[in-house]
């Protein structure tokens, strides 16, 4: 079902305010200006053994205005909804071009883009979080939680859940108003239990963060009753697990492992302002040059990733972005080859591309846009095998299954991933859980060692809802689908404190 934009979002004078910021920044002389209001309402819920710990619902609301004066961005954000604070603001990110003006290398110069049409987007939901009373929402957690506990695995659990509503108004001086809303929800759920010997060890869900509404936790996209069935077991035998013998592996990664590796390899690596040094002080660049598409192998000739913003429940999927591009996808890697990268206007335009590929993105009105990763995602083979085909092809290996941990270097070419559970592998069967499990690679030699993926029935759309970058830091979500994976000749160390053999 898609839903109308909320009434109170459009009771706001949102086209007054922003003749007034356009009409002002046009007086001043500046070009390429934008306006925006956004209005983000969050709720979070922590339970602890089925009590509520903490809950919130707060509203974060403004409005900001980014031009180009004198050939320098500028940029000022306000709190009042006013037309005064509107016009006030226009003439501060006017102020604020004058006094960047010494520090800028060269004039800023935007990828041209035709008009936006006035139009309006709704993300796909069936029912708003925040028509369930923040009482029911409880209950349901406490359930989950206590039907947790009546387990003797269980010694305690925490549970958590977010839910995000977030409506944007953008309008530029070329003639866009853009009315937009989107819904997210991310529940998870912590089992944790003793393992043997008395190290502890937990178990968390793999249920990622989705762009759905409360319909998500009763099923729709997400099977959570089974995940809670079969956690005790799994995290019984996750205590009892053995420790890794570190050496070079097959592994069998799943879909709920591998996204978070697509994540920091493949989607920030192909980030075109990281190419270009812009977040070498904070996030890190990369290696992937701006000259790369077309010239780089990035993985095996099985490997395909697209990037889009038009992902059905993507975390990153809207109608348009900040700098009034519409949604699109393109691809990134074709058979193994980098082919293409993640833009904004301004990125587009020291590329020398056409056009913007629309990854512009501000967390709030506090904060200039950005360059922000959208859904990044592995295409599955075509009648591939199922996870079990998949373990069946492996003679001496490793399965993953759930995203931890991770780490990687400045540039996105050494990295470290754990899972929530290892399990060995020999001769096709899965042979009791692994403790202590972190796989490593560089890159473009980890992907090149890509021999199998599994069909579309192990495909799954995962992400991160808290992804990190800028300064002052912003955050952004992103989903990243892509299914089950064989990967030959993967270094495995062991780590943390499990017990040794």
Known sequence: MRRAVDPSFLALPLEPLAHAALTRAGELGARDASFRILRTRTGRLRLRDGVVEAASDSVDIGLGVRLVYDGTWGYAAAAELTTEAAAGAARQAVEVAIACRPLRRAPVTLAEEATCPRTSWVSPYDIDPFDVPETERAALLAGWSHRLLNSSAVEHVLALFTAVRENRFYADAAGAAVIQQRVRVHPMVTAFGRAVGGEPASLRTAGPPTGRGWEYLGGAGWDFDAELAELPEQLAAKSRARPV???????????????????????????????????????????????????????????????????????????????????????LVRDGVLIGLQTDRRTAALAGASRSTGCSFAESAEYPPLARMPNVCLRPAAGGPDVAGLISGVED??????????????????????????????????????????YQGETTGFWGGLAALGGPATYGLFGADLCGKGQPVQVAAASHGCPAAVFSGVRVERVGGERRS
């Open 397 to 438: 290996g490793i399965y993953l299954a759930g995203a931890n941990s991770w780490s990687i270097d400045p540039r996105r070419e050494h990295f470290q991933f754990t899972a929530q559970r290892c399990h060995r592998i020999r001769s096709g069967r899965l042979d009791g859980q692994l403790s202590g499990v972190a």
């Open 245 to 331: 013998r570190p050496g070079s592996y097959d592994l069998v990664i799943d879909a709920s492992n591998l996204w978070l590796t697509i994540h920091e390899t493949v989607g920030h690596a192909t980030e075109l302002d990281r190419a270009l040094g812009h977040e070498a002080s904070y996030a890190g660049t990369t290696f992937v040059t701006p000259d790369g598409p077309g010239t780089l192998r990035f993985g095996a000739p099985l490997m395909n990733v697209t990037a889009d913003r038009t992902t059905e429940h993507g975390l990153a999927t809207i109608g348009v972005d900040d700098e009034g591009v519409a949604a699109q996808s393109w691809e």
